[in-house]
């Protein structure tokens, strides 16, 4: 049964339909893991009264090598049709014309928001000297900006007819080499930024967090970064007033750079943050590297208010360990713990990261881990899967 929308929430069935696309690379290995914990959680956390139905689709290589289709018409509209799903990594085509598949999967479903939380689990590795001072929620912009993707090669007719506009219409005089430029534009939008903004400051204080940053480079773009930052302040104090008037919520902003520097040296200022596209990027694997790295970070894709929602691993396919027993599953699996929070199976969610928490803590991880951890033992991905299914157990006392 399917997940839908009524009255602003989601209504959930007790049997859901998760659609997954399985990844190429190591996503063969990590997905049936992923689920396999999952399913365990569910069924200890409701005694077998609820269940996921996983419906598989398909998207990258083996959508490409089972129809020729990199990704098949029925894949966005099994999303669309079930509202949340989840992905393991997907190869991205080589050639042009071809499209990024994680792009064309967030544009057609418009998921504007992409979250990442990051948190550090006891055990892991961290070139902080604190890292438990890291909790920050990231709300990186998911459709504007530079990654829009208008932009012309250097030395072709659309570039010249570009350079022609801005130089003999709008008065342009500041290309320093104007004939061996390539051009791209930034659109930066009153709407996208304020839906943005709206979900940071919703998600802040729903989770009861203390402050929302916008992170921009408005010194430099002022039209378009500190568009962002002064729509951002308006959009709070138009909808957000009385909640920043008791002191709910602190609404701050802060310049991209000196953001990257004070996370490693004042990390504890920061809660939520909001971003524009390319700041989010940096920023999402800069804070993930702080926290142990980018392969045990969790994402999602979201437009809160149709519901949409997909969740995915944050790292690539991973070829050079692929098929060899060794990838750690923990960024899908923390995402899928993000999706269980997300359809509000908060209890199942709960014993999942309790499980990973206790298994880091107890030196037991994958490899790229577990080397950097003192007495770390590594486990293989399906070990690793089977000892968190384990914990679960014990943690719920069975
Ligand atoms: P990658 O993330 O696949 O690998 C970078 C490094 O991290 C490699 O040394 C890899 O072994 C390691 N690594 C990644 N995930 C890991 C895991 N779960 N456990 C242990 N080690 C892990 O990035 P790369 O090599 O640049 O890209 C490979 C392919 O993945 C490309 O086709 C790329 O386009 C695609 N990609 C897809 C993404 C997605 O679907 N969200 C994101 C990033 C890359």
Same mark, same amino acid.
């Given at each position: ?251 701050? *902003? ?8 004070? =996370? !490693?040296? %004042?990390? #504890? ?5 909001? /971003? &524009? ?90 490899? *790229? ?8 033992? =590594? !486990?293989? %991905?399906? #070990? ?5 299914? /384990? &914990? ?7």
């Amino acid at each position: 049964m399917k997940i839908v929308k009524q009255n602003n929430k989601l209504a959930v069935p007790n049997k859901v339909t998760i659609p997954f696309i399985e990844g190429d690379g190591i996503g063969k290995e990590i997905t049936p893991v992923c689920r396999a914990v999952v399913d365990s959680a569910v069924a200890k956390a409701y005694g077998g009264s609820r269940s996921i139905d996983w419906k598989e689709v398909l998207a990258g290589e083996k959508a490409f090598n089972e129809t020729g289709n990199w990704l098949p018409d029925e894949t966005p509209e099994a999303f669309r049709d079930c509202l949340v799903g989840i992905k393991g990594p997907l190869t991205t085509p080589v050639g042009e014309g071809v499209r990024s598949l994680n792009v064309a999967l967030r544009q057609t479903l418009d998921l504007y928001v992409c979250l990442r939380p990051v948190r550090w689990i006891k055990g892991l590795a961290s070139p902080l000297k604190e890292p438990q001072k890291v909790n920050m929620v990231v709300f990186r912009e998911n459709t504007e900006d530079i990654y829009a993707g208008i932009e012309w090669r250097q030395g072709t007719p659309e570039a010249g007819k570009f350079l022609k506009f801005l130089t003999e219409e709008m008065g342009v005089t500041k290309i320093r080499f104007p004939k061996t430029s390539a051009f791209g534009v930034k659109p930066v939008s009153v709407e996208g930024t304020e839906r943005l903004v709206r979900a940071a400051i919703a998600y802040a204080l729903e989770n009861r967090l203390p402050s929302v940053t916008l992170v921009h480079k408005g010194n430099i773009m002022k039209y378009t970064e500190g568009g962002f930052k002064r729509w951002g302040y308006e959009l709070a104090q138009r909808e957000f007033a009385r909640e920043l008037a008791e002191g709910k919520l602190v609404i701050q *902003d802060v310049i991209a750079d000196a953001f990257l520097q004070n =996370t !490693l040296l %004042t990390p #504890e200022k920061y809660s939520v943050i909001a /971003t &524009l596209n390319l700041n989010g990027d940096y920023i999402s694997d800069q804070l993930a590297a702080m926290v142990g790295g980018i392969g045990i970070a969790p994402g999602a894709n979201i437009c809160y208010e149709s519901g949409h929602a997909l969740f995915e691993a944050t790292h690539g396919t991973a070829p050079d360990i692929a098929g060899k027993n060794v990838a750690n599953p923990s960024s899908l699996l923390l995402s899928s713990v993000m999706m269980l929070e997300y359809i509000g199976w908060t209890e199942a969610a709960g014993l999942i990261a309790a499980a990973i928490d206790k298994s880091f803590a107890g030196g037991r991880a994958t490899h *790229d881990l577990a080397r950097f951890m003192p007495n770390g033992e =590594t !486990l293989g %991905t399906m #070990e690793f899967g089977a000892h968190l299914v /384990t &914990l679960i157990n014990e943690i719920y006392g069975v």
